[in-house]
């Protein structure tokens, strides 16, 4: 027996291989018909299977195809696509650690933005495809009794993402995704961006100065308190009022719960 | 995907999840439909008479909620469905995803399709996804693979479902077993019905130098449930000659027309769509290439009022 025979008549393992690296031989088994060549036939399926996952890259991550260019984009993607295929078919979640790679991707070093301008798109795709859950009423806050509103935590809504930059990622990603001609932005100015869908379309936020740190601790489970604690250490303007309402105003969270205060 | 078409629908109830379609049969009629994209959209509810049915990727539709669903939920409002998957991996050796499964049924259970299908392919190896609908060898070992796996998916979804035959680019030396007699056996061991893809049927015979009625000749027609129609891309083989490649993205080529006709006179008119999944046309192109299906359908479907469907099924 040919080693291959004990993964079965169906060699996925060398077929996968093959297809992800174009460097090594397809399965032996494989051939043309009547006799005929097939490393253009088998050429098919690589192409498929890679230009596919490109497209679906530059589908998800289109503000970064436009910074980079397309053929910048494609080369970067194929890289990334043979290094990380998806491990899932649903091709809306792939891409997760697309921005992760931007950061080790030589070529892209120029464009140091690059990679949270990624994680803003995959943020946006994670939340246009979210759950349609209703966001936290108004007033739900005014139930809670004043004295226990600092020992409250609020639960994200599933389409609420966060992405706290040292760039001006908010700007960059509004001006390539909405605008026809971008003009020069600044891009070393820190930006928080606070993606959400409160009704049925997507929003990409700034937040003010200390806001990020605020909603990143709520986001992260933190009661109110650690939460404006967490604002006002980082921001000196930072206004618990004005946060309190961007809570509320933004769609951010679907639940509001009051710890038990055992200590 | 990110899709730039969100907001254009007017509020719908969000008690989608209860929704019974009241509106519209889930039985899809043998008339002409095509793919939906969101594109299309609104100029399909701006059309008074667009088509006989919606065909989807199942796939597309497995996101927790949002625009994609909010656009399949209106259509479906109007018209019957034909949820067509492309990622269950039948074809492979390896057991099916429970989740993928899970997924599945859950869009059955919403959307009431009036047909159900998937490829005889393969696509996951050891939680790779590879985005294609890649070839397997026709063997005795296959078969009860792919046969295991439609047993599964049709008990655990409740339906029954149709298999796609599939265009291919390669051969296996190890294959023992044709094609047409591959999917009669299955259908006889599963009892699923076939979705006949006659682009398919024509791609392979010209990748692999057979004559297509002869392939027709010996699939089992009677079993044909949905065929398929989509535009190939030309390219060539390692020895110079053509080599035609499943792309969906252009209008049905002339050959391909003739052989719908030849098969819709064989086994009558049964629900036919036309795919087209990537360089979209405008709306009333990719309407054009129904109504072409439609008048093939029409003219051979009062033959077929003396009920000789069934006569050629025995």
């Keep these: 027996m040919q080693p291959h025979r004990e993964r079965g008549d169906l060699d996925t393992a060398g077929f996968r291989a093959a297809i992800l690296n174009p460097a090594a031989e397809r399965p032996t088994s494989i051939t043309g018909p009547n006799g005929k060549q097939a490393v253009r036939r088998f050429n098919v399926y690589r192409n498929n299977v890679t230009v596919s996952l490109i497209d679906a890259l530059a589908d998800i991550f289109p503000v970064v195809q436009r910074i980079t260019g397309k053929s910048f984009f494609r080369d970067m993607a194929r890289e990334f696509v043979r290094a990380h295929p998806p491990s899932s078919p649903l091709l809306f979640e792939y891409g997760h650690n697309f921005a992760s790679f931007m950061e080790t991707f030589e070529p892209a070093a120029r464009m140091p933005y690059l990679a949270d301008v990624a994680r803003v798109e995959r943020c946006w795709l994670t939340a246009y495809h979210a759950a349609d859950t209703a966001t936290l009423a108004p007033a739900r806050l005014g139930e809670i009794p004043p004295d226990l509103l600092g020992d409250t935590g609020f639960a994200p809504h599933p389409a609420t993402g966060l992405v706290r930059s040292k760039f001006a990622v908010v700007e960059i990603f509004d001006a390539n995704r909405n605008q026809e001609n971008v003009g020069r932005i600044r891009a070393g100015i820190p930006q928080d961006a606070l993606v959400t869908r409160p009704g049925h379309d997507v929003a990409v936020t700034r937040l003010p100065d200390g806001q990020g740190a605020f909603f990143g601790r709520l986001i992260a489970g933190g009661t109110l308190a650690e939460a404006a604690e967490a604002g006002a250490n980082e921001a000196g303007g930072f206004d618990i009022t004005e946060a309190i309402g961007a809570l509320i105003s933004t769609g951010a969270f679907i639940a509001a719960e009051t710890r038990d205060q055992q200590d | ?314």
């Design chain 2, 1 to 314: 995907m990110a899709d730039p078409h969100t907001g254009h629908l007017a509020d719908t109830p969000s008690t989608a999840s209860t929704t019974r379609f009241a509106a519209s049969s889930m039985l899809i009629p043998a008339s002409a439909g095509v793919s939906f994209k969101h594109t299309h959209l609104d100029d399909i509810l701006a059309d008074r008479d667009p088509v006989g049915f919606f065909e989807v990727h199942a796939e597309n539709y497995m996101g927790d909620g949002g625009f994609p669903h909010r656009a399949l939920e209106r259509i479906r409002e109007d018209y019957p469905i034909s949820l067509h998957g492309v990622c269950m991996s039948i074809g492979g050796p390896e057991p099916l995803s429970r989740d993928h499964l899970a997924r599945f049924k859950a869009l059955v259970d919403r959307y009431e399709p009036g047909l159900v299908s998937e490829h005889l392919a393969w696509s996951t190896h050891d939680d790779v996804f590879m985005n294609d609908l890649l070839p397997l060898p026709y063997t005795d070992e296959t078969l009860s693979h792919v046969c295991a796996h439609i047993d599964e998916m049709q008990s655990f979804i409740g339906r029954r479902i149709l298999l796609e035959n599939p265009s291919t680019y390669v051969v296996f030396e190890n294959s023992t077993i044709s094609e047409t007699d591959f999917i009669r056996e299955i259908v006889s061991r599963t009892g699923c019905g076939l979705l006949l893809d006659v682009s398919n049927v024509f791609v392979s015979a010209t990748n692999h130098g057979f004559s297509p009625l002869s392939y027709l000749m010996d699939y089992p027609l009677e079993h044909v449930c949905e065929i398929h129609l989509a535009g190939h891309a030309v390219q060539e083989d390692d020895e110079g000659e053509t080599l035609l490649i499943d792309s969906h993205d252009t209008r049905v080529a002339e050959a391909v027309w003739n052989l719908f006709e030849i098969v819709v006179k064989q086994a009558g008119p049964v629900p036919t769509l036309v795919e087209w999944d990537s360089d979209l046309p405008a709306w009333p192109v990719l309407k054009s290439e129904a109504a072409a299906a439609e008048r093939i359908l029409d003219d051979v479907a009062t033959t077929f009022l003396m009920g000789k469907r069934h006569a050629t099924a025995s």
